[in-house]
Structures are given as structure tokens and as C-alpha cells.
């Protein structure tokens, strides 16, 4: 009798594990697929995922969790976010910066301990080359319709923050056509998404989105030692041009303005916004004024515009989380540095395609944090899903 309660029970725990791996894969491929299209079914995929993720390690009586040295680095920074939010000014809001923190960490750590073969890695990574597909074809369609003067995406924010999302998605792409071995029609298709993909990264006219673009691909062409990642962009970019001076779309304004870019009202106010973190911090040095707490800042005082954030990662995190939260950052970045160096691979396509792609989205999201606040929602999302990625690809090539 005992045995055959024994084999019961294991019997209908197989079950609820089967039936929650899938709860957290359905909840994962729902949350990257509608990723930049879609808040409300970014964040049901997401509870689905996790609650699905749960309930395997209940059902297992299994809590543990691997960590690795980034998610460490990256739990210490949600730590200091979370001691700055006890003390915030707007304490409601300084707790909503670090659930903005704890949402892509957990999504890390789900990702690295439970996509854990090279079918689900495959799965995640084809989802986000459709999801990739779906939005930029979106924002295609309204600006070469005239609804928009500049592409946006329809749940990414604004134009350099849409342009950051989709130069983390441009590196993966790239790096996977010229590392993975794919048929020549996944190849094609593959292509031609990376090519519309990098029109609209063009289309936002973002400069800091631009340069966030070229130093990705220079990292790209010198880690792999090839010229396409930088040849490929370059012809497409003259190609673009051509084709938006006889469509008579109104671009030159945004090329002007890169002539004389330190007159520029935007880059003067970046200026002011940039010394009034400074002075903020000077008078909260210790934990800063609170995660999403920088709109309350005395803007008078400080003697700049009123805003939401610093229009840096840098300086945005000096004044909210004060010298605790810049100093867990720079270890967290660091870190990623330190891991991702050791973790080259040397054989497996998958593998190679996911290091590159992992590592350029790390370029973006520091290059593009000097100008914008990349670690938050979309982007700090699609960063630690790649790198997690990478890390699981890493795990899976183990003998």
C-alpha cells in the first residue's frame, strides 16, 4: 500500500510540475512577444510566468536558486533601492522604482535557472525576433502613413528610449545571422527583420540612439573581427538617406541640429538637469531622495526644468539612491563585465550568437544610459532576458 501511495503521489506531483513548466513558458513567450506592443499583456505574462515558476518549486519542494555572480551584483543594487525608498520623499513612488528593479531581476533569475535547454533558449529567442518583427513593422506603417514625425514604440515611451529597446534587439539579430547556423530561408527572414529593424532605429532620430548603434556594432565588429557589423549599417544608412530625400519626408532638421549640438536647447538643459542631481546628491549623498523620486526634486533650487528623471542612468541613480546606489551599480556593471569576459565561449554557434548578443546589449544599456535611463522597464527588461539568456547558453554547452 505504501508504495503505491509513494508512486500516487509522485505521479500527480510530475503533473503539477508539467503543468506549471508550462504556465511559466506560456507566461514567458506572452510577456517577450507583446513586450514593446503591449503593457497590459507584458505584465499578465510576467504573473503567469512567475506564479508558474513558484508553483514548480513547490511542487518539487526545491527553493533553490542560483544566483550567479550578476544576479548577486544585481540583488545588491535592488537592495540599495530599496533602502532608499524607506526613505524617500514620495515613499508610494520610491517603492515603484524598486519594483521596477525587482521585476527584471526576478525575471533574471527565472530565466537563468529554469530556460534550461537549448529548445526552451531557442524557444525565448525566436519570440523575441517575432516580437521584434510585430513592432517595428508597427512603426513603420504610422510613420510612412504621417502619423508620426519620428517612430515611437507603441508601449517602449520615447523616441531614444524606443531607439535603445531596438538596438539591444538590432545586436541580437546581428550577432545570431552571423554566428548561428540557420537555413538560408530562416537566414533571409531573419535579415530582413534586422533591416527594417535598423531603418527604425534610423527613424526615431535619435542621436543619442545613434551612437548608442554605432558603439554596439564597433563592439560587434572587433569581438568578432569581421566588417560586416559596421559595413552592413553603414550602406544601409546611405540607401536610407537616398530613400528619405526622395520620399520628401522631413529629416533635415534633425541632421542640422548634429552640427551644433552643444547649442542645442536639449543639451543645454541636459546640463542644468546633470548639475542638479549633483547638487541634490551633495545634500542626500547617503541614499539619494528615493527610486522615481526625481520629479520632486526642487527644480527651482537646483536651477533647472521640471522633469521625471536626470536623462541619465548615472546621474538619475546619484540623486535617487545617493552614493550607496551609484556605488552598487558600478560593482553590478563591473560584474557583468568580469562574467561575460570569462564566459566567452569558443565553440557552439547558439552559444557564440548569444555571448555577442548579451554583450552588445550591455554596451546599449551603458552607452545609452549616459543620455537616457536605460535601466528601467522595456530595455532593462530585454537586457536581463539576453543575458540571462547568454548565461543559460553558457550552463547548456557544459559537458
Not at 134 to 160: D, T
Amino acid at each position: 500500500m505504501f508504495p503505491k501511495s509513494s508512486i500516487t503521489r509522485n505521479g500527480e506531483e510530475d503533473r503539477v510540475f508539467f503543468y506549471a513548466d508550462a504556465a511559466f513558458m506560456g507566461g514567458l513567450a506572452l510577456m517577450i512577444l507583446t513586450l514593446p506592443i503591449s503593457e497590459a499583456l507584458k505584465n499578465i505574462g510576467y504573473f503567469v510566468a512567475l506564479g508558474g515558476w513558484v508553483l514548480k518549486r513547490a511542487a518539487r519542494r526545491d527553493f533553490r536558486i542560483t544566483f550567479t555572480p550578476i544576479g548577486i551584483f544585481l540583488s545588491m543594487y535592488l537592495l540599495a533601492s530599496l533602502l532608499s525608498a524607506a526613505f524617500a520623499f514620495d515613499r508610494w513612488e520610491g517603492f515603484r522604482g524598486v519594483w521596477d528593479v525587482f521585476r527584471y531581476l526576478s525575471l533574471f533569475l527565472m530565466m537563468v535557472n529554469d530556460v534550461d535547454s537549448k529548445p526552451k533558449i531557442l524557444f525565448c529567442v525566436s519570440l523575441f525576433i517575432a516580437s521584434t518583427g510585430i513592432s517595428v513593422a508597427w512603426g513603420l506603417i504610422n510613420y510612412f502613413s504621417g502619423a508620426q514625425l519620428r517612430i515611437g514604440g507603441k508601449s517602449l515611451g520615447s523616441p531614444l528610449d524606443t531607439a535603445t529597446y531596438l538596438v539591444i534587439m538590432f545586436v541580437l539579430l546581428v550577432s545570431l545571422l552571423l554566428v548561428v547556423d540557420w537555413s538560408m530561408r530562416t537566414k533571409m527572414a531573419v535579415a530582413v527583420i534586422a533591416g527594417a529593424t535598423y531603418l527604425a532605429i534610423f527613424l526615431t532620430y535619435s542621436r543619442g540612439g545613434w551612437i548608442t548603434c554605432f558603439a554596439s556594432l564597433l563592439f560587434l565588429s572587433i569581438s568578432m573581427r569581421r566588417w560586416e557589423p559596421i559595413l552592413i549599417p553603414a550602406v544601409l544608412t546611405i540607401a536610407i538617406l537616398l530613400g528619405l530625400n526622395m520620399s520628401g519626408r522631413l529629416w533635415t532638421w534633425h541632421f542640422e541640429t548634429l552640427a551644433y549640438l552643444t547649442e542645442t536647447d536639449s543639451f543645454k538643459d541636459r546640463i542644468d538637469i546633470w548639475r542638479g542631481s549633483i547638487l541634490s546628491f551633495q545634500d542626500h549623498p547617503l541614499l539619494g531622495v528615493g527610486p522615481r523620486n526625481f520629479k520632486n526634486l526642487d527644480h527651482e533650487r537646483y536651477g533647472f526644468k521640471r522633469t521625471k528623471h536626470a536623462h541619465s542612468v548615472y546621474f538619475n541613480v546619484l540623486a535617487e539612491r545617493g552614493l550607496v546606489g551609484l556605488l552598487s551599480l558600478m560593482a553590478f556593471f563591473v560584474c557583468c563585465v568580469y562574467e561575460g569576459m570569462k564566459r566567452r565561449p569558443s565553440e557552439g554557434t547558439l552559444n557564440r550568437g548569444l555571448w555577442h548578443a548579451g554583450m552588445g546589449s550591455f554596451i546599449t544599456i551603458v552607452v545609452a544610459g549616459m543620455v537616457t535611463t536605460t535601466l528601467h522597464s522595456e530595455g532593462a527588461i530585454a537586457f536581463s532576458s539576453i543575458t540571462a539568456l547568454m548565461l543559460a547558453s553558457s550552463e547548456a554547452a557544459q559537458p
